[in-house]
C-alpha cells in the first residue's frame, strides 16, 4: 500500500479526488451565490446538477486561470476543455455523496449549526450573531434554505473523506521507513529540456499544418455568436419617483446600529518577532526565548531603541522594515495570545516576551481607541443614500419588467416610450467583452435558449443597472476554417513537435550520458545552464526548479552519481544525482511520525475515492442533457 500511495500520490485521479473537497465550498461558498436557474445539466440517479451550479463553478475556475496564467490563460482554457473538466467534477461530488448517503453517513443538524456558529463572518465578539448571519444572506441575495442545504453536502462529502481515510493503518516500521525517506537529503544537477531549447530544429510544412488541423478540427470550433439591440435603464431613470421618509432612516439606524454603525475597538501597536518554526529543535527554541528576553532587557533601559531593534532583529518581514509597525487593527484581528496581552496593556506599555503558534513577540501598544457606536447624525446623509439607492434598484427592477412582460412587443417602440436610443452589439461569444454591458459571460448564458427577437433583460454587476435587449441575430457554431487560424494551428503544431522532439533527445542523451564529464559538457553541447539544487524530500517547492513531488519521488529512487531522464509536468529532465542522505530518527522525530502518519491516512483516502467515484461511473444511471450541454461547448470524450 505505502509503494502504491508513493507512486499514485501526484496522478490525476487522486489530484481530481482532492478538487472535489475543495470545490464545493470554493465554488458554492458566501461570495458565490447568484439568480437561480431551474435548468438540469445532469442528473444522478434523482440528484441535478443545475445550470447556476455549473455557472458560479465555471466562472470561479476560469478567473483563477486568468489569474495564473495571464495573455497565456486564454489559449490554457482551449487545451484543457475546462467546461467538460467542471462537468466531470460536479458529477463526481455527487457521486461521492450518494455513496456517502449508502453507507449511512450524514450530517445532523446540529453538526450544520456548529459550522454556522462558528463561521467568523456570522460572530460578533466571538460569538455567534444571528442578525449578522441574516443580514450577511440578505446583503448577498442568498437564499437561507438553499446555503444550507449546499454547506451540508460540503460537510458530508468532508465527513466521507475522514470516514474512507480512518480505516488506513500503518505500522511503526512502515512510518519509520517513510519518515527516513520524508526527512531525506538530495543534491542534484538538472538540465531542464525546455522545447524551446530546439526551435530551430522544427521546421512546420503546409501539409503538417493541414494534418494538425485536421485531427484537432474541434479545438478551432466558433461557439454561437448574438448580437443584441438594447438599451440601459438605470437608478437615475427611476431616482426621482423614490421618496426617503424620516421614520425610515431612523428605523434603518435602529436595525443596524449593532453592526453597521459601530466602530471595534482598535489598537495601535508594533512588534519584535522572534520566529519559533514547529520543526525547530527544543535548544534553538530555547535560543529563540533567550534572544527575546535580551531584546527586551535592552527596551527596559532604552525603550527609544524599540524601532531600531525590530528593523535589525525581528523575524516578521511584513512589519520588520517598518520598525515592527502593525498599524491600527480592530479587536479579534490577531492571534488570541496577542490579544490577550494587548488587552492588559495601557498606552505606551511594552510586553514582556510572550509565546504564540509564530514564535516570542514583544509588543509595545502605542495608542487605544474604544468601541464606538456612530451618533445618528454623522450617518444620517448615509443612511439616506443608502435606502434610496434599494428603493430605486427596486423600482428599476419593477419598471423592466412591466416594460418586457407589456404589451409592447418591439424593442423599438419600448426603448421610445422610455426616451432610450438603441445600440446594436457586435456578434459575440462568452469570450468578448461588450460596451457598457462589459464583459458577456453572464448575459451570454441567458441567450442559449432564447430566438431571434426576442426579448430579454439583464441586470449589470451591482444592480444600479438593467440592459433591456432583443436578439437581433443568431450565429450557429461553426469550424473556423484553416485559413482563419492557420497561425494558431502553427502554434499549436510547433509546440507539439517542439515538445515530441524535446522528449527523443532526453531518452537518447539519458542513455549516452554516462558519467559527471558527460552530463557537463551536454550542458554545454545543448548552450544551456546546469541548474543544481539541494532539497529536503518534504520540502514544498525546489528552488529555481518548477517541479512536482513526482519530481522527488523519481529522485530518491536513484543511487548517488546516476544520472537519469524524469518527466514531470509536462517537462522532461536530465539529473545527476550527486547526494543522497536518508532520515535519521530521534527523540525529536515523534511530532513528524505523527503528521506523517496522518498524510498518508489522506493519501490513501484519496486513492480509495478515486477508484470509488470510477466504479460509481459504472454502477450508478447518469443522465446528461446533452442540448444544453453541447450549447455550453461541453465535450464530454475530452
Do not use: C
Request: no cysteine; aromatic share 10%.
Amino acid at each position: 500500500m505505502l509503494n502504491l500511495i508513493r507512486d499514485n500520490v501526484q496522478s490525476f485521479g487522486v489530484k481530481f479526488v482532492v478538487g472535489i473537497v475543495v470545490l464545493v465550498m470554493a465554488f458554492f461558498g458566501i461570495s458565490t451565490y447568484r439568480s437561480q436557474s431551474s435548468n438540469t445539466l445532469v442528473t444522478i440517479d434523482g440528484y441535478e446538477v443545475k445550470l447556476d451550479r455549473y455557472q458560479r463553478a465555471y466562472e470561479n475556475a476560469r478567473e483563477e486561470i486568468r489569474a495564473k496564467y495571464g495573455a497565456n490563460a486564454s489559449q490554457y482554457l482551449e487545451m484543457i476543455n475546462l467546461e467538460s473538466q467542471i462537468i466531470k467534477q460536479l458529477t463526481s461530488n455527487a457521486l461521492l455523496l450518494k455513496s456517502a448517503s449508502k453507507n449511512g453517513l450524514a450530517v445532523s443538524n446540529k453538526e450544520l449549526a456548529h459550522e454556522i456558529y462558528t463561521t467568523p463572518a456570522f460572530l460578533t465578539d466571538e460569538r455567534f450573531d444571528p442578525s449578522k448571519y441574516q443580514s450577511r444572506l440578505n446583503n448577498l441575495r442568498i437564499d437561507k434554505l438553499k446555503y444550507e442545504k449546499d454547506l451540508k453536502e460540503s460537510l458530508l462529502t468532508q465527513k466521507y473523506f475522514k470516514f474512507v481515510g480512518a480505516g488506513a493503518l500503518f505500522s511503526r516500521q512502515s512510518l519509520e521507513e517513510e519518515y527516513m525517506r520524508y526527512e531525506s537529503q538530495m543534491k542534484v544537477k538538472v538540465i531542464d529540456f525546455d522545447p524551446s531549447l530546439f526551435s530551430k530544429e522544427v521546421k512546420i510544412t503546409d501539409k503538417e499544418i493541414n494534418s494538425y488541423y485536421e485531427l484537432h478540427k474541434s479545438d478551432f470550433q466558433q461557439k454561437s455568436q448574438y448580437a443584441l439591440n438594447y438599451f440601459v435603464l438605470g437608478v437615475d431613470d427611476v431616482d426621482d419617483k423614490v421618496t426617503v421618509r424620516d421614520k425610515e432612516v431612523t428605523r434603518y439606524y435602529e436595525n443596524n446600529r449593532q453592526d453597521e454603525f459601530t466602530e471595534k475597538a482598535q489598537f495601535l501597536s508594533r512588534h519584535i518577532l522572534i520566529s519559533v518554526p514547529q520543526a525547530m529543535s527544543g535548544d534553538e527554541a530555547e535560543k529563540a526565548k533567550k534572544k527575546a528576553d535580551a531584546l527586551y532587557k535592552r527596551l527596559l533601559k532604552n525603550r527609544k531603541l524599540f524601532v531600531e531593534l525590530a528593523k535589525v532583529h525581528s523575524q516578521d518581514p511584513g512589519s520588520a522594515k517598518k520598525g515592527g509597525d502593525l498599524g491600527w487593527v480592530e479587536k479579534g484581528t490577531f492571534v488570541s495570545e496577542f490579544e490577550t496581552v494587548v488587552e492588559g496593556m495601557k498606552k505606551n506599555d511594552i510586553s514582556e516576551p510572550f509565546k504564540s503558534g509564530f514564535g516570542y513577540h514583544i509588543v509595545e501598544l502605542l495608542d487605544k481607541k474604544e468601541e464606538r457606536i456612530k451618533p445618528f447624525e454623522e450617518v444620517k446623509e448615509e443612511i439616506v443614500k443608502t435606502i434610496r439607492l434599494n428603493k430605486s434598484k427596486r423600482r428599476l427592477t419593477n419598471s423592466v419588467d412591466k416594460l418586457v412582460k407589456g404589451e409592447i412587443q418591439s424593442i423599438t417602440e419600448i426603448a421610445k416610450s422610455v426616451e432610450k436610443t438603441l445600440t446594436k452589439t457586435e456578434l459575440f461569444d462568452d469570450s468578448k467583452e461588450l460596451d457598457v454591458i462589459g464583459f458577456a459571460y453572464q448575459i451570454y448564458q441567458g441567450l442559449k435558449e432564447k430566438q431571434k427577437g426576442q426579448l430579454g433583460q439583464y441586470t449589470l454587476p451591482g444592480g444600479e443597472g438593467i440592459v433591456v435587449y432583443e436578439i437581433a441575430e443568431i450565429k450557429d457554431p461553426f469550424i473556423k476554417p484553416l485559413a482563419d487560424v492557420k497561425e494558431q494551428v502553427r502554434y499549436y503544431a510547433q509546440e507539439e513537435q517542439k515538445k515530441n522532439l524535446a522528449r527523443e533527445k532526453l531518452l537518447a542523451f539519458a542513455k549516452e550520458t554516462k558519467t559527471e564529464k558527460d552530463f557537463d559538457n551536454l550542458a554545454k553541447t545543448l548552450k544551456t545552464i546546469i541548474t543544481p539544487a539541494s532539497f529536503k524530500f518534504s520540502d514544498r517547492q525546489i528552488d529555481k526548479l518548477r517541479v512536482s513531488n513526482q519530481f522527488k519521488t523519481e529522485v530518491f529512487k536513484m543511487r548517488e552519481g546516476q544520472i537519469a531522464s524524469i518527466e514531470d509536468s509536462s517537462r522532461g529532465y536530465l539529473v545527476y544525482l550527486v547526494e543522497k542522505k536518508k532520515g535519521v530518527l530521534n527523540e525529536q522525530s515523534l511530532q513528524t511520525l505523527t503528521m506523517l502518519e496522518g498524510m498518508m491516512q489522506r493519501q490513501k483516502a484519496e486513492i480509495v475515492l478515486s477508484g470509488l467515484i470510477n466504479q460509481l461511473r459504472k454502477e450508478i444511471e447518469i443522465d446528461y442533457n446533452m442540448p444544453i450541454l453541447n450549447a455550453l461547448n461541453v465535450r464530454l470524450d475530452s
